[in-house]
């Protein structure tokens, strides 16, 4: 069945880099663009980014433009997010999801990847 | 960018209650919006798209109306599996932006 699975947990420091795998299972990974969104412990959902991992086209949320890169690997599947210049407002569950058209559902959702940045 | 406003940011129901869940955009979106659910600990699902279709599998007693800047999702009568948390998510322009959520608790 059609899944993504996320990397496992991470803590960094303040300042460094956090790079989070989603591997897509059951379809082509080029053939759907590919979501990032976060969520930070008992608050609500932050629409972070998308990439198209056909065409390589990005978007970015005004918060994390500059801040957020993202790759992806066609003969592994697999779509990487990067965050840099982590604080700890970033600490937070961070989800790839999938775009299906025509109506732009995102579906399946990866487990989420929980990222804790402190000193 | 686009912003999305949610209210109420909770809510305290009971079971068969009625319950509404504004979403404001701060410019038209046309329909371009849906409804999500989420429970604790689980990844967010979709109820309803373009503004008032319910998605295959939802129970009918969640729907949406709405278009251009003002959309509101109702539940006709609460669920004990109801009580979650809902988001709307406009994906009219890029960046794409959640509301702030709702939380609907047993009162």
């Known amino acids: 069945q059609v899944q993504l699975v996320q990397s496992g947990a991470e803590v960094k420091k303040p300042g460094a880099s956090v790079k989070i795998s989603c591997k897509a299972s059951?379809?082509?990974?080029?053939?759907?663009?590919i979501h990032w969104v976060r969520q930070a412990p008992g608050q609500g959902l932050e629409w972070m980014a998308m990439?198209?991992?056909?065409?390589?086209?990005?978007e970015y949320a005004q918060n994390f433009r500059g801040r957020v890169a993202m790759t992806r690997d066609t003969s592994t599947n697999t779509v990487y997010m990067e965050l840099s210049s982590l604080r700890s407002e970033d600490t937070a569950l961070y989800y790839c999801?999938?775009?299906?058209?025509?109506?732009?559902?995102?579906?399946?959702w990866g487990q989420g990847t929980l990222v804790t940045v402190s000193s | 960018d686009i912003q999305m406003t949610q209210s109420p940011s909770s809510l305290s129901a009971s079971v068969g209650d009625r319950v509404t869940i504004t979403c404001r955009a701060s410019?038209?979106?046309?329909?371009?919006l849906g409804w999500y659910q989420q429970k604790p600990g689980k990844a967010p699902s979709r109820l309803i798209y373009?503004?008032?279709s319910l998605q295959s599998g939802v129970p009918s007693r969640f729907s949406g109306s709405g278009s251009g800047t003002e959309f509101t999702l109702t539940i006709s009568s609460l669920q004990p599996e109801d009580f979650a948390t809902y988001y709307c998510?406009?994906?009219?322009?890029?960046?794409?932006?959640f509301g702030q959520g709702t939380k609907v608790e047993v009162k």
């Open positions: 999801a999938r775009e299906l058209p025509p109506y732009r559902r995102l579906d399946p």
């Open positions: 059951g379809y082509t990974i080029t053939t759907y663009y």
């Open positions: 410019q038209d979106i046309r329909n371009d």
């Open positions: 373009a503004a008032s």
């Open positions: 998510l406009q994906h009219n322009t890029y960046p794409w932006a």
């Open positions: 990439v198209n991992p056909s065409g390589g086209d990005t």
